[in-house]
């Protein structure tokens, strides 16, 4: 099985998000980037399916030409070819990402002379959180799609997708090819070993450069909700704080 | 004109968040001086016709078809699409649930329109739409601007407080049958694998969450034992799951389970922006923390400045003792 795996390059804030003067994206002057969580499982997904029953796993992205980052670092935990979309750097909106992609993918699926088994995007991204890029490409490539998927089980020409749902999952059996939306939880992601990351130091980047025109979604300006104003009270330096907490329990009424 | 708004169902039980969807939808229609229309789609959507009619619903689109026995992303989605080809709404509308988004998503490739995810506030116009919406899980807001002949967006689960509507809508029943190839069965739910959950993370009174300062899996047993005392449950944060301590079923945050207990006890957690947007609906925050200067420790409203491993079996103690 042969699966491509989209990912986003997000920046990895910590106590609090800054946004830039302009206000068009978050200030990662101080920040390190990272792969969008639902992507980085994604990823593991397909690696952990090509170790079981072979096929070759290709990593995907459309940003900046610093996410290169992100692409060695899925070569380093065993993804076998990685492709970039280069962007200039702003943030495209869902319409022109998913026809970037399409076009991306068509290409990749046309130099290897069959399509993807599978294609996965995070549920989600963990920045602009559109909640539908994989949905526009699945159905310009005329492929069927489920999200929120936390459970993959491959079999001959479909797949068993487990969904998420209040209380349990739904499971649906999809013919393959397909797009299916990954959310964290299906797996543990695990670290590059010293062996991977020397491996994808020699990867080879594919470059893809594609135009697409701006939907019909823009990005006006990004700020911060408004705090709660919130006083800390403190009970205590040590275990003696306990008489307080528990006097608390149960005026609150959690303690019968 | 009118504004449609797509509702959800679960095999023809009412789920919550239609409460939120008709409440969003009534103020939008209004602003946008237009009839509320609402679709119900699949097998045991006629039931609950008369509760879309409560809501305040003007007209009910009720679409079924042999194929939609159950949800499905494509059928359901073409469905929707083809109703809005039929009767061409200026605006379509739901809640941004898995499905809500899926299925306006879908929609919206379909019919080749922008889609604007998990709005909070809505600005209609004439020309282009303004709009408030949510980034980052709720961490960052973004003002965006909406161009196109017709509308579609979701408002964000949990930022409309669902209302009961002033007065009902008419609820005349329109019957609709899509035109659905057979090969869309292939993505309508096949089976259920339905847990028992008991309390669950997110409907739980107390929640008791450990960070990465708990230092083991092994550490887990007195925050577990301290759950078990007050009925609640344990959480974690992301930390914890990428170090494999705990399961990703109890992670709280951006990417995990958001959380809205009576109180939320929160130990060895430093309290990062994506940890935080799944706790802050807490209706009580306690932060056990070495670190005063944490933001998980500034931003509650009680904490105690000392070593988790100290204080909650001194907790765990002390209950045992008032309850003799
Ligand atoms: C896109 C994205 C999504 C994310 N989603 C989530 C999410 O859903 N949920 C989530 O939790 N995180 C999420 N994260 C990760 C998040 O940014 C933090 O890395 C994570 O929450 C940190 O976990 P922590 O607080 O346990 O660890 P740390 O930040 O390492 O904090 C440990 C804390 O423990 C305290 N401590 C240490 N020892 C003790 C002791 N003995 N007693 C008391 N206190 C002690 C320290 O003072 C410190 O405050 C996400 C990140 C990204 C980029």
């Given at each position: ?27 990662s ?13 994604a990823?593991e997904?397909a ?17 900046p030409?610093e ?34 992609l399409?076009t991306?993918?068509?290409?990749a699926?046309?130099a ?47 797949v ?30 695990r ?52 008489v ?11 303690l019968? | ?6 509702l ?5 039980k ?5 409460d939120?969807?008709l ?6 229609a209004s ?5 509320l ?49 039929s ?9 941004g649930t ?14 080749d329109?922008?889609f604007?995810a ?35 967006l979701?408002?964000?689960h ?9 007065a ?27 847990q028992?959950a ?9 929640v008791?969450s ?16 301290l ?12 930390a ?9 079923t109890d992670?709280?945050?951006?990417t ?30 306690l ?33 045992r003792?008032?309850?003799?």
């Open positions: 099985m042969n699966i491509l795996v989209c990912v986003k390059r997000v920046p990895a804030p910590g106590a609090k998000i800054n946004v830039t003067e302009d206000g068009l994206s978050v200030d002057a101080h920040l390190g980037f990272t792969t969008s969580p639902h992507e980085e499982c990823l997904e690696v952990q399916i090509s170790e079981r029953d072979g096929g070759e796993v290709t990593v995907l992205t459309l940003g030409v996410a290169e980052e992100q692409l060695r670092y899925g070569a380093s935990v065993g993804a076998h070819h990685i492709i970039l979309v280069p962007t200039d750097g702003s943030a495209w909106d869902p319409q022109r990402t998913a026809a970037a399409t991306a993918i068509e290409q699926e046309q290897n002379g069959q399509p993807f088994d599978l294609i996965l995007f995070g549920n989600e991204s963990a920045d602009s959180g559109g909640f539908q890029v994989g949905v526009r490409v699945a159905l310009k490539l005329g492929r069927p799609s489920v999200n929120a998927i936390k459970g993959i089980d491959p079999g001959d020409g479909s068993i997708a487990r969904r998420e749902i209040d209380g349990g999952f739904e499971v649906y059996e999809v013919p393959t090819p397909a797009v299916l939306g990954i959310k964290e939880g299906i797996n543990l992601p670290y590059p070993t010293m062996k991977g990351r020397l491996a994808s130091k020699k990867a080879t980047l594919e470059t893809a450069e594609i135009a697409a025109e701006p939907g019909g979604q823009a990005l006006i300006r990004l700020h911060r909700p408004p705090e709660q104003a919130s006083t800390t009270e403190i009970l205590g330096t040590d275990e003696t704080a306990a307080r907490i528990v006097d608390i329990l149960e005026e609150i009424g959690v019968a | 004109m009118s504004l449609l708004v797509v959800e169902h679960d095999r023809g009412w789920v919550e968040a239609n939120e969807a409440t969003a939808a009534r103020k939008l602003d946008m001086g237009v009839e229309h609402a679709a119900l789609v699949g097998v045991g959507a006629r039931d609950l016709v008369s509760q879309a009619a409560t809501g305040g619903a003007a007209v009910v689109h009720l679409c079924e078809h042999e194929v939609l026995t159950d949800y499905g992303p494509d059928a359901v989605g073409e469905t929707v699409a083809q109703l809005v080809a009767i061409n709404p200026s605006a379509i509308t739901a809640v898995s499905r809500g988004n899926e299925v306006l998503a879908q929609l919206a490739a379909r019919a329109l922008p604007v998990n709005c909070m506030t809505v600005a209609p116009s004439d020309g282009p739409w303004s709009m408030t919406r949510v980034q980052w899980g709720g961490s960052l807001l973004e003002d965006a601007t909406l161009d196109a002949p017709t509308k579609v979701s408002f964000g949990h930022s409309v407080v669902a209302e009961v509507a002033d009902p809508g008419a609820g005349e029943v329109r019957e609709f049958a899509p035109a659905l190839d057979p090969a869309m069965a292939a993505t309508i739910v096949r089976d259920r694998d339905v028992t008991g309390v669950t993370l997110s409907t739980a009174p107390v008791i450990g960070g990465r300062g708990v230092g083991s899996a092994e550490g887990f047993d007195q925050l577990e034992e759950a078990e005392l007050l009925g609640g449950r344990v959480g974690c944060s992301r914890v799951t990428n170090l494999g301590w705990r399961n990703h992670q709280v945050g951006q995990g389970t958001r959380i809205a207990p009576e109180i939320y006890i929160a130990t060895g957690i430093s309290g990062a922006i994506q940890h935080w947007v799944g706790a802050m609906a807490s209706k009580r925050i932060a056990i923390n070495t670190d005063a200067e944490a933001n998980m420790v500034t931003k509650a409203d009680y904490a105690v400045i000392a070593d988790l491993h100290k204080v909650v079996p001194a907790i765990t103690a002390e209950i003792r008032r309850q003799g």
